[in-house]
């Protein structure tokens, strides 16, 4: 994130998301001083500055993955993305390969990096489909992810965020070479490993999930 954009997180915009959470459950489960990933539900954009205020400590190291497909997100979120140091993606573009090698390079750099595998903001009562690049990421940088739940507290406007346990891939990382060279195989692979991360997210937002495959 840049200088001024820390500051304004830490004097401002977190102590405004904290006035507003009602409780954080979970968070010994936060790895210290390591690079992982974050893993969440995505109620609406108010996401990032609950999950910011929660890893206050790192301001610095976090990097949220955000989508920029139109000009209306250019327009109206461009600086924003630009100030706090954004993994920006046009999924249009289809290049999904670079930013793989972009995030984990982040990864390989100590950096906090947070992604919301539905893709889209949700705020019905099911989970939407889950992206496998959260797991392709996991797979190819060794690094846990941490299941992350938010919800609204009932009658209120308030948030609660529950953080789950690290969800570690070692076992499968020595799979993923026989995996890669076959994309059916390989799909497959990602999405499994992508259901197993949406089913915690799932426990801890407290919304079902659908999907097996």
Same mark, same amino acid.
């Given at each position: 994130?840049?200088?001024?954009?820390?500051?304004?997180? @830490? =004097?401002? +915009?977190?102590?405004?998301?904290?006035?507003?959470?009602?409780?954080?459950?979970?968070?010994?489960?936060?790895?210290?001083?390591?690079?992982?990933?974050?893993?969440?539900?995505?109620?609406?954009? =108010?996401?990032?500055?609950? /999950?910011?205020?929660?890893?206050?400590?790192?301001?610095?190291?976090?990097?949220?993955?955000?989508?920029?497909?139109?000009?209306?997100?250019?327009?109206?979120?461009? +600086?924003? !993305? !630009?100030?706090?140091g954004a993994i920006?993606?046009?999924?249009?573009?289809?290049?999904?390969?670079?930013? $793989? #090698? #972009?995030? $984990?390079?982040?990864?390989?750099? #100590? @950096? /906090?990096?947070?992604?919301?595998?539905?893709?889209?903001?949700?705020?019905? #009562?099911?989970? +939407?489909?889950?992206?496998?690049?959260?797991?392709?990421?996991?797979?190819?940088?060794?690094?846990?992810?941490?299941?992350?739940?938010?919800? %609204?507290?009932?009658?209120?406007?308030?948030?609660? /965020?529950?953080?789950? @346990?690290? +969800?570690?891939?070692?076992?499968?990382? @020595? =799979?993923?070479?026989?995996?890669?060279n076959n994309q059916?195989?390989?799909?497959?692979?990602?999405?499994? $490993?992508?259901?197993? /991360?949406?089913?915690?997210? *799932?426990?801890? *937002?407290? %919304?079902? !999930?659908? !999907?097996?495959?």
């Amino acid at each position: 994130m840049k200088t001024f954009f820390v500051y304004l997180c @830490k =004097l401002f +915009l977190f102590p405004v998301a904290g006035l507003f959470t009602r409780e954080i459950k979970g968070k010994e489960n936060i790895p210290k001083g390591n690079s992982f990933i974050i893993a969440s539900n995505h109620i609406n954009s =108010l996401d990032y500055w609950f /999950i910011g205020d929660i890893l206050k400590e790192r301001t610095r190291d976090l990097r949220f993955v955000a989508a920029m497909d139109n000009l209306k997100t250019l327009l109206q979120s461009g +600086l924003l !993305y !630009y100030s706090s140091g954004a993994i920006v993606i046009n999924r249009k573009r289809g290049e999904r390969e670079g930013i $793989i #090698k #972009k995030i $984990i390079k982040n990864l390989e750099n #100590k @950096k /906090i990096v947070v992604l919301f595998p539905e893709g889209n903001t949700n705020s019905r #009562k099911k989970l +939407l489909k889950g992206k496998t690049g959260v797991a392709e990421l996991a797979l190819k940088s060794g690094v846990p992810v941490i299941p992350f739940g938010i919800r %609204k507290a009932e009658n209120s406007l308030k948030r609660i /965020i529950e953080i789950g @346990k690290p +969800l570690c891939f070692s076992e499968e990382r @020595k =799979l993923l070479n026989q995996t890669e060279n076959n994309q059916e195989k390989y799909h497959m692979f990602l999405r499994d $490993i992508t259901n197993k /991360i949406m089913q915690e997210i *799932s426990k801890l *937002s407290q %919304k079902s !999930y659908i !999907y097996d495959n």
